[in-house]
């Protein structure tokens, strides 16, 4: 399954995290015991607070500081996700040097937002994390994200930019994605936030939450030219779960993505939920994509999570929450 | 006899040493090549030692930046002082004087024929010495020809005898050679620390690093480095004295200076300032300077045991018939002159050169290829400011004449779309400081796809790699048999190279950037033509066509086998 103990991403014990339960340490725990090798690797993943029940979406209408409060209430606080003293990983988009209004990388003010209300539940540190597909310096400072998160306390801005950077990880369980490198933050968080911006994507039609997780990995040209593309995102997202996904869409790019230059659309809201394919199908629906209506079964990524596991593409049976923020 | 006042002078311990002064310039110069990168800040002086070089200003002459102030003080310094540059300023002759101390080059006291005190007059000397054995090649005259060939080169708009303009020379050994070799140290030591970082906590430095450049002509250019340093073996600053062509030109405009070497009549010509000349600008005869050579380092002053020498601002006293530079005849010279030009001609008439056979891929803002060539001084500037470090140093590749000139190596890395530092480096402006609209629209050249390797036309697969990389959307994917196939549209390909970096296809890429279609200009708006030739690089109707819905099944899968 994740193969041995020498897989640690660290040279942190893992004996000793064993006293909270949290993806990491369930993660570790498998890397480390050897589990049954039966042990779906999905389950390891799965969400802690939402097994059984119906996965909630809520979609928040407004600007970004006062949706993203309201989205949080109605998913039962930050609390429910950021436990005191746990390790945060935030993973927006920062891959290009272009300005939020392009609407190709998320929005800082949301990042900061997200990290704020994640120190304030007690989080001991706050990792906000990308591997830029450009220079990173300038992915950093053009998008915003540095003057964003600069000032905060406890908050790394990282963007990956070396292979050292990345751990191996093994999976024995899927087809089409046998090993891949992941960023050592992300396995070393005990929550994951992502936080995508939504946008168009020439290959996968959106790039949401699931593709999204493609920037806490080192190699992406192979999903390209060896694997089949959509089963890998399906395959990758088996091991990076997110807790929380919470899409961007105060602007959406809808058409020219992911990079752009295209068309831009104001949407204005922030979509969130904790079952990351939910808010990924919600936001497929939420907007036309190149001018076009389609549905979350047409998107062949989301299909491929969705039949490995990972949460509900069938949108009526997910509850949907729309709320509108007061505008300040 | 006459008697030459003794004057008031500082002594040798009171005035502060002359390598501490050079120390502290060689500290400057490094901190302005180090500070070569993103984010460009305006109070940075970066081009404060390339401004300096009169060299490369004459080269700036044919293109579009025009500061001379720097080169100016720099002249009106050689005619006061002449060669002081080169003892306390010039970087290269720092690393020169480290490297001889390294070989053991100092101070060396060759035994010296006493002269008869009769002789030790001031002007009576003879016009010429003999040479010391060792000094031979030292003093054959190959600077005045190097620097004859700089005007030459630069009178056939040929920039390329500046290759050896030490600011220059310096300044790219630093940006292809120590840089990227210092950021490999750097980086090790941050990845040999991760592990303990990461337990520690200490995110900021486990996820920091530098980005790695790396340098195709590195090698070329470290052999012409340790060329420069090596001939130390030979003689004390053996690049200065005989090869630099800036230090040509200063001794050349120092030679009326009223700064020089001044000798008393207490001389007892014991021959240890000759020793001590690290230039060898103290002949047989003790009294005599050759002001070409006199860097005015004041070593002769620091080892006189009787306080006979020294240095001061006094115009000559005597008008004289001023000889050809020393060490040089007549007939050498034109000699080595027409060696020189015969050389500066053939590399234009390299096939290379005159038809372009080579994907030759210039940095947006360069000038046209001609007065390109004339105006760019091989510097490294733009190589060590390049955010992506695309620009890489051409080798012999293509051509003698391009060596040293910025090309793109688009497999490597694109040209960054929201970047031009490198025309906002560059001392002589061969590219030109464009502002990023300018820069967005300034072509490069055009992408073209090779179906035969690509994997979305030979192989099927759903690789959208350029596209995803393409800051301008200029590939197209549109139905072809089935599959989703990449088209290049020409009408918005900038030829940043983005989409050649990230190709997957192992080796040359199947999508590969050419110089068709580039626009150099020196003057005039690039988004102006750009709007004439209808290319546009605002955002457009997508044309990628969506599979309609068919029962949950996916069109694009069923292109997939």
Known sequence: MFGDARNLPCGRSWSLTMKAVSRRTILKGALASCLPLSFPSVVLSRDRNETGARPRVVQVQGPIEASLHILLEELGGVSRFVKSGDTVLIKPNMSFPNPSEQATTTDPSLVRAMARHCLRAGAKRVLVADHPMRAVKLCLEMTGMKEACG??????????????????????????????????????????????????????????????????????????????????????????????????????????????????????CLIGGADPVAVDAFGVQRVEWYGKRIAPDQIPHLVACHKRGIGEIDLDRVDIVSRKAPAS | MKKVPSEPRLRAGSRPKKWVIQAICFSVFLFLCISMQYPWRSWIPYRLFLDLDPLSSLAALSGTRQFFLLALLMVVVGLVWGRIFCAYVCPLGFCIDVVDHGLGKTGRRPAIRKRPQDEAEEGVQPETWPEPSRGALASSGLQWVLLGMVFVGLAFKNSLPLVLDPIGLATRSFAVIFYPLGIWVANGTIGLLRPLAEQRGWYGLAYYALPQPGFQAAIGNLALLALVLGLGLLTRRFWCRSLCPLGALLGLLGRLAPSRRRVTAACT??????????????????????????????????????????????????????????GLSRRNFFFGMGFGSMAIVLTRLDPRYVKKTDRTLRPPGALPEEDFLATCIRCGACL?????????????????????????????????????????????????????????????GTAVIIRETCVAWAKNRLCLLCDEACPYNAIVFQPVEGYKRPFVDESRCNGCGMCEAVCPVNGEAAIVVYPMGEIRQKEGSYKEILNRERIFLEPKKDLLELPERTDGSLIQDEGMD
């Open chain 1, 151 to 268: 000032d905060l306390p406890s908050v790394h801005l990282i963007g990956a930019s070396q292979e050292g950077m990345f751990h191996q990880v093994t999976l024995s369980r899927t087809k089409e994605l046998q090993a891949v490198k992941v960023l050592r933050a992300a396995l070393d968080a005990d929550v994951q936030i992502n936080l995508p911006r939504m946008k168009s994507h020439g290959a996968t039609t959106v790039s949401l939450g699931m593709k999204g997780n493609m920037g806490l990995i080192w190699d992406r040209a192979i999903f390209h030219s060896r694997l089949d593309l959509n089963e890998a995102i399906g395959d990758l997202n088996t091991l990076i779960r997110a807790d929380l996904t919470i899409l961007d869409g105060s602007r959406a790019l809808i058409a020219g993505g992911p990079l752009g230059p295209g068309p831009v659309e104001e949407l204005g």
């Open chain 2, 269 to 326: 010509a014991c021959g240890q300032c000759q020793g001590a000349c690290p230039m060898g600008a103290i002949g047989e005869d003790p009294f005599r300077t050759r002001q070409s050579a006199c860097i005015q380092c004041k070593s002769c002053q620091a080892v006189c045991p009787v306080d006979a020498i020294s240095f001061s601002l006094r115009p000559r006293r005597e008008a004289r018939y001023l000889p050809l530079p020393e």
């Open chain 2, 384 to 444: 060590r400011i390049c955010v992506t470090c695309t620009l890489q140093a051409s080798g012999m590749e293509k051509g003698l004449i391009r060596w040293g000139t910025p090309i793109h190596n688009m497999r490597f890395a694109g040209c960054e779309q929201q970047c031009n530092l490198c025309g906002k480096i560059c001392p002589t402006g061969a590219i030109r400081d464009l502002p990023l609209i300018e820069r967005q629209h300034a072509k490069i």
